[in-house]
């Protein structure tokens, strides 16, 4: 088990940055998989990236090097730097807990912990 916490997110002009945080608390697992999804209202959650307690990294092709993760193993936060920002990344961002590899693991159901979701809007 274990408790996700996310900040960040925000508002930007087109080719801007945003950071998110994810920290996951109330675990006893020291090897997770924190990934993050977005969701625009009436669309299905989508996956965009995940990092693996290794460091090892897996990116959706709409924000592959654009974004990219990093970790704070010290404090189990994990970070995602959002670069050049486009209005279509606009949605709503879930970070999602998995105990153990993250693997392949990119649908939603593969995930049993959510934090609370943290709006990026990205204007034109």
Do not use: H
């Amino acid at each position: 088990e274990a408790q996700v916490v996310a900040s960040g997110g925000g508002s930007v002009s087109d080719g801007g940055s945003l950071t998110l945080s994810c920290t996951a608390s109330q675990t006893s697992y020291n090897n997770f998989c924190m990934a993050w999804f977005r969701q625009i209202q009436g669309k299905q959650r989508e996956y965009v990236a995940a990092i693996a307690t290794d460091g090892s990294t897996k990116y959706s092709d709409s924000v592959g090097g654009r974004f990219s993760a990093s970790l704070d193993n010290t404090k189990n936060t994990r970070y995602l730097q959002m670069n050049s920002l486009k209005p279509e990344d606009s949605a709503t961002y879930y970070c999602a807990w998995m105990a153990g590899a993250c693997y392949s693991k990119t649908v939603p159901y593969d995930y049993g912990f959510w934090g609370q979701g943290t709006q990026v809007t990205v204007s034109s």
